[in-house]
């Protein structure tokens, strides 16, 4: 028999794959893209992914591939070849991308801590001697490792045996307790096996008519069977039940055998009724909408188009008949949204036209939900999910056939993972999965990416464009309040022009809605002391702690740092301490001064922590239970409310004046965006845009609503200093706890970097926030010209990176390299 050797991908930031020894006995079983339980380091225990099978010794004593999990590929070898373009694209180790790809309810580890599944009903029976055995410990012990478990019941290879009972639902990772796990099963009615017998069932009911004494009973039947096409299905409890039928008599029919009573977990994705669907067909696409349609389907159209369209003017709609399209070639769609613009409100609208064919995934989900998820994207076209809607990490779902990509908001920042690596964009990585899938991309946006448009006007993506509000809706007036003249004649109260507060008090006079946007970025409230102007400091980062009302306390954003709001200055002792800046929660405070019996409700991170909070503010704002709703960024998106008549954007001198070279593009789509949630089909709405600078540009280009002259202007400027579209950055940032080291490595690097790459390396420079939990930052970029290409660039920098770290005063030091900042 012959001798095979695995080399694994484990889940862990590794240079390169590990080679195993496959014992014999798996040899016909083990296949690329199956999971092995190995043991990597001197103890621990990983599930790890099958990457290649072969006879070739390594040159180390090779250790043994501990157990199977799998018995067909849970990774195909696309999905493979997938993550292994993202590694080298972005520069970071394929093990990461498979931490982030596989939910993590597929990767058991050594250090999982286990409990016992909390809808797991506890029966034993169906189970083997070694999983009862691991049950009834775990009800003794209720958070064991692996380790604890094999040392115990005295057997080494426990964890394949742990592995299949996570993923059935009798054991959970920890982890996903603290999700905030919360029960939920149903009782579930179904008809007694020898009753499916047609014979069998027609004596029950001849039997039961004959005598008084089961009338009761045999109405319950009667409705029973009426609910479940005649015991061809089953039922929950509840449901009969309030059909108000007897609960006695349903006990009795359970009590003698007729129906069986089953405690079921309540599956934790939605169920959701086909019957009541609404056919694609029903939509009729206006003529623009029309043309838009056609254009994206016809063969010879690129295979990625950007669909450029104002708010209001029913893309979605257009995505729609894409979508049903491919579906009825029997292929699947991802449909990705920034986790923001993730709404009930729009998931329902598709689940009206494609009801349970969509599936939902996003990282506000449990770890069981996200395995859920997957599993019903691999399956058979009839019994799986085939449109599915997600964050950009729905672009590791394992689709079988994907044939439509749509990414909506598609010039949306939050498309981009930063922390922690992969360090992918979502919208770019998920055009190369439809290129190596024979996939359609559409990429939607009312205020499209600079990047995007540069590649549709020269004709590498498509072009269509909606130019109308559907309906005739017109778009809303954009009116501009000089604050600087407000303040010279007194027209302004606290950091409302006397112009928006009239405004917003006639909206709400006359039943409607307002929403205030107030960005984040240097407004976040601290506190100053008066006489001698020091501003409390984080001691780990160099960043001033905010002031955080709610907790009455001070708090560093970068790392959660933390202190009571002292009383006197720590630098002069002064007392006189003062607010400074001013936050959502400074103007939800202020409005409600001003506007004592108006609703009012702040969306921004602090009050949208908890899981529902969010979704539960947006319905509250949708059937008006809010009359004026502040927030952040996230008022900006993807939000379709039809009673909003004014939206006032507070400050939006502070979203232009940052430095960066995107700050430009970044506040025209943001207050294009946020001005996009005033007025609907019959009303047009207000925007009130507050400003000292209220000539700058890109504030001119949003009241003319002109995407063409911001889109000119900014490519003008970025073609002269050479920044993206013309060029590629790579951003390179350094960290090491000691300054002193941090310095002379990167001015090291560096050099190293531009004995190879000349004039295309910039810095050493320290960024914005030069220390950030407690570690110094030094940063370099890497910028190319458009057409250099990478591949081979990107090899030499981490080789570099590499032999840097090899001196030993450098082994400490961590690179974070970030290719495509945003
Ligand atoms: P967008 O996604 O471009 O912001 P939507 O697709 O949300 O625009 O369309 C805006 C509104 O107009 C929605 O209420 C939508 O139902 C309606 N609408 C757009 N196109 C049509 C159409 N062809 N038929 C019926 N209603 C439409
Ligand atoms: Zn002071
Ligand atoms: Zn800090």
């Given at each position: 028999?012959q001798?095979?050797?695995?080399?694994v991908?484990l889940?862990?930031?590794?240079p390169?794959?590990?080679?195993y020894?496959?014992?014999?006995?798996y040899?016909?079983t083990?296949?690329?893209?199956?999971?092995v339980?190995v043991?990597?380091g001197s103890?621990k225990?990983?599930?790890a992914?099958v990457?290649r099978?072969?006879e070739?010794v390594?040159p180390?004593?090779?250790?043994?591939?501990?157990?199977?999990?799998?018995?067909?590929p849970?990774?195909?070898?696309?999905t493979?070849?997938?993550w292994?373009w993202?590694?080298?694209y972005?520069?970071c180790?394929?093990?990461?991308v498979m931490?982030?790809?596989?939910?993590a309810?597929?990767?058991?580890?050594?250090?999982s801590?286990?409990s016992?599944?909390?809808?797991?009903?506890?029966a034993?029976?169906g189970?083997?001697?070694?999983?009862q055995?691991?049950?009834?410990?775990?009800?003794?012990?209720?958070?064991?490792?692996p380790d604890d478990?094999?040392?115990?019941l005295?057997?080494?290879?426990?964890?394949?045996?742990?592995s299949?009972?996570v993923?059935?639902?009798i054991?959970?990772?920890?982890?996903?307790?603290?999700e905030?796990?919360k029960?939920?099963t149903a009782?579930?009615?179904?008809?007694?096996?020898?009753?499916?017998?047609?014979?069998?069932?027609?004596?029950l009911?001849?039997?039961m008519?004959?005598?008084?004494?089961?009338?009761?009973?045999l109405?319950?039947?009667?409705?029973?069977?009426?609910?479940?096409h005649?015991g061809q299905?089953s039922?929950?409890?509840?449901e009969?039940l309030?059909?108000?039928?007897s609960?006695s008599?349903?006990?009795?029919l359970?009590?003698?055998?007729?129906?069986v009573?089953e405690?079921?977990?309540?599956?934790?994705?939605e169920?959701?009724?086909?019957?009541k669907?609404?056919?694609v067909?029903?939509?009729v696409?206006?003529?623009e909408q029309?043309?838009?349609?056609d254009?994206c389907?016809r063969?010879?159209?690129?295979?990625?188009t950007?669909?450029?369209?104002?708010t209001?003017?029913?893309k979605?709609?257009?995505y729609i008949?894409?979508?049903?399209?491919?579906l009825?070639?029997?292929?699947q769609?991802l449909?990705?949204?920034?986790e923001i613009?993730?709404?009930?409100?729009f998931?329902?609208?598709?689940r009206?036209y494609?009801g349970s064919?969509?599936?939902?995934y996003?990282?506000?989900?449990?770890?069981?939900?996200r395995a859920?998820?997957?599993?019903?994207t691999?399956?058979?076209p009839?019994?799986?999910?085939?449109?599915?809607?997600g964050?950009?990490s729905a672009?590791?779902?394992?689709?079988?056939?994907?044939?439509?990509?749509?990414?909506?908001?598609?010039?949306?920042?939050?498309f981009k993972?930063?922390?922690?690596?992969?360090r992918?964009h979502g919208?770019?990585?998920?055009i190369?999965?439809?290129h190596?899938s024979?996939?359609?991309?559409?990429?939607g946006s009312?205020t499209?990416?600079i990047?995007?448009?540069?590649?549709?006007?020269?004709?590498k993506?498509?072009l269509?464009t909606l130019r109308?509000?559907?309906?005739?809706?017109?778009?809303?007036?954009?009116?501009?309040?000089d604050?600087?003249d407000?303040?010279?004649k007194?027209e302004?109260?606290g950091h409302?022009?006397q112009?928006l507060?009239?405004?917003i008090?006639?909206?709400?006079?006359s039943g409607?809605?307002v929403?205030?946007?107030?960005?984040r970025?240097g407004?976040?409230?601290?506190?100053?002391?008066?006489?001698?102007?020091?501003?409390?400091?984080c001691?780990?980062?160099?960043v001033?702690?905010?002031?955080?009302k709610?907790t009455h306390?001070l708090?560093c954003?970068?790392?959660g740092?933390?202190?009571p709001?002292?009383t006197?200055?720590?630098?002069?002792?002064?007392?006189?301490?003062?607010?400074?800046g001013?936050?959502t929660?400074?103007?939800?405070?202020d409005l409600s001064?001003?506007?004592?019996?108006?609703?009012i409700?702040?969306?921004d991170?602090?009050?949208?922590?908890e899981?529902?909070?969010?979704t539960?503010?947006?319905?509250?704002?949708e059937e008006?239970?809010?009359?004026?709703l502040v927030?952040t960024?996230?008022?900006?998106?993807g939000?379709?409310?039809?009673h909003?008549?004014?939206?006032g954007i507070?400050?939006?001198?502070?979203?232009?004046s940052?430095?960066d070279?995107?700050?430009?593009?970044?506040?025209?789509q943001?207050m294009t965006?946020v001005?996009g949630?005033?007025?609907?089909r019959?009303?047009?709405?207000?925007?009130?845009i507050?400003?000292?600078?209220?000539?700058?540009?890109a504030?001119r280009n949003?009241?003319?609503?002109?995407?063409?002259?911001m889109?000119s202007?900014?490519?003008?400027?970025?073609?002269?200093f050479?920044?993206?579209?013309?060029?590629?950055?790579?951003?390179?940032?350094?960290r090491?706890?000691?300054a002193?080291t941090?310095?002379?490595?990167?001015?090291?690097?560096?050099?190293s970097?531009?004995?190879?790459?000349?004039?295309?390396?910039?810095?050493p420079v320290?960024?914005?926030v030069?220390r950030?939990?407690?570690?110094?930052?030094?940063k370099?970029?890497?910028?190319?010209?458009?057409?250099?290409?990478?591949?081979?660039?990107?090899?030499?920098i981490?080789?570099?990176g590499?032999?840097?770290r090899?001196?030993?005063?450098?082994?400490?030091?961590q690179i974070i390299?970030?290719?495509?900042?945003q």
């Amino acid at each position: 028999m012959q001798t095979l050797f695995a080399d694994v991908i484990l889940p862990l930031p590794l240079p390169s794959t590990y080679t195993y020894r496959v014992p014999q006995e798996y040899n016909d079983t083990i296949a690329v893209g199956c999971r092995v339980i190995v043991q990597f380091g001197s103890k621990k225990i990983y599930s790890a992914i099958v990457r290649r099978l072969h006879e070739t010794v390594p040159p180390y004593p090779a250790k043994y591939v501990l157990g199977l999990l799998d018995t067909t590929p849970l990774v195909s070898e696309q999905t493979l070849q997938f993550w292994e373009w993202l590694s080298a694209y972005y520069m970071c180790p394929v093990g990461d991308v498979m931490a982030v790809a596989l939910p993590a309810a597929f990767r058991l580890a050594s250090e999982s801590t286990l409990s016992i599944h909390p809808e797991y009903s506890g029966a034993l029976d169906g189970l083997s001697n070694h999983e009862q055995a691991i049950v009834m410990l775990l009800s003794e012990h209720p958070v064991m490792t692996p380790d604890d478990i094999a040392q115990a019941l005295g057997i080494a290879k426990v964890m394949p045996i742990i592995s299949g009972m996570v993923e059935r639902g009798i054991v959970v990772l920890q982890e996903e307790l603290h999700e905030r796990f919360k029960p939920r099963t149903a009782t579930w009615l179904s008809l007694a096996e020898p009753y499916h017998e047609e014979q069998a069932c027609r004596e029950l009911f001849d039997q039961m008519e004959k005598s008084s004494r089961t009338q009761k009973q045999l109405s319950v039947l009667l409705r029973f069977m009426q609910l479940t096409h005649f015991g061809q299905e089953s039922i929950r409890k509840k449901e009969l039940l309030d059909g108000q039928v007897s609960t006695s008599s349903l006990a009795t029919l359970v009590k003698n055998g007729i129906l069986v009573e089953e405690e079921r977990s309540d599956s934790r994705l939605e169920q959701v009724d086909d019957s009541k669907l609404t056919p694609v067909g029903s939509i009729v696409l206006n003529e623009e909408q029309q043309a838009a349609y056609d254009y994206c389907r016809r063969d010879d159209t690129p295979a990625v188009t950007l669909l450029h369209g104002v708010t209001g003017s029913g893309k979605t709609e257009v995505y729609i008949r894409l979508i049903a399209d491919t579906l009825a070639a029997g292929r699947q769609v991802l449909f990705l949204l920034p986790e923001i613009a993730l709404t009930a409100q729009f998931i329902n609208r598709l689940r009206r036209y494609f009801g349970s064919q969509v599936g939902v995934y996003h990282s506000r989900f449990s770890m069981s939900q996200r395995a859920e998820v997957w599993q019903h994207t691999a399956g058979e076209p009839d019994n799986r999910y085939n449109v599915l809607i997600g964050a950009r990490s729905a672009i590791f779902l394992p689709f079988n056939d994907l044939g439509l990509v749509i990414v909506d908001e598609e010039h949306d920042s939050s498309f981009k993972q930063y922390e922690p690596s992969p360090r992918y964009h979502g919208r770019d990585t998920a055009i190369y999965l439809a290129h190596i899938s024979g996939a359609r991309v559409v990429l939607g946006s009312a205020t499209p990416s600079i990047e995007s448009m540069y590649n549709a006007r020269n004709g590498k993506y498509g072009l269509a464009t909606l130019r109308h509000r559907y309906g005739g809706g017109q778009l809303p007036e954009v009116l501009c309040v000089d604050m600087r003249d407000a303040t010279r004649k007194k027209e302004v109260r606290g950091h409302f022009s006397q112009f928006l507060l009239d405004h917003i008090a006639d909206a709400i006079a006359s039943g409607n809605q307002v929403i205030l946007f107030q960005n984040r970025r240097g407004f976040s409230p601290r506190l100053e002391c008066d006489d001698c102007h020091y501003i409390p400091q984080c001691q780990n980062c160099d960043v001033s702690l905010v002031y955080h009302k709610a907790t009455h306390s001070l708090r560093c954003h970068y790392c959660g740092y933390s202190i009571p709001i002292p009383t006197e200055c720590p630098a002069c002792h002064s007392t006189h301490l003062s607010m400074k800046g001013f936050g959502t929660e400074r103007v939800e405070e202020d409005l409600s001064i001003l506007f004592p019996n108006a609703r009012i409700a702040r969306m921004d991170l602090d009050s949208t922590t908890e899981k529902n909070r969010y979704t539960q503010m947006l319905s509250d704002f949708e059937e008006r239970r809010i009359d004026i709703l502040v927030g952040t960024q996230m008022v900006t998106k993807g939000l379709d409310f039809s009673h909003v008549s004014i939206v006032g954007i507070l400050s939006a001198d502070s979203l232009v004046s940052y430095p960066d070279f995107r700050s430009f593009e970044r506040a025209f789509q943001q207050m294009t965006q946020v001005s996009g949630r005033a007025g609907r089909r019959d009303t047009r709405g207000t925007v009130i845009i507050q400003a000292f600078n209220p000539w700058h540009q890109a504030i001119r280009n949003v009241i003319d609503n002109d995407y063409e002259a911001m889109y000119s202007s900014q490519t003008a400027e970025r073609r002269v200093f050479r920044y993206p579209p013309f060029s590629r950055i790579i951003d390179i940032t350094l960290r090491h706890r000691d300054a002193e080291t941090l310095n002379e490595a990167a001015a090291l690097f560096a050099n190293s970097l531009r004995q190879v790459f000349a004039q295309r390396v910039v810095g050493p420079v320290y960024p914005n926030v030069p220390r950030v939990r407690g570690l110094y930052l030094k940063k370099i970029m890497l910028r190319f010209d458009a057409g250099e290409p990478l591949s081979q660039a990107k090899n030499i920098i981490l080789q570099l990176g590499e032999k840097l770290r090899e001196e030993k005063s450098n082994r400490t030091i961590q690179i974070i390299y970030d290719v495509d900042p945003q």
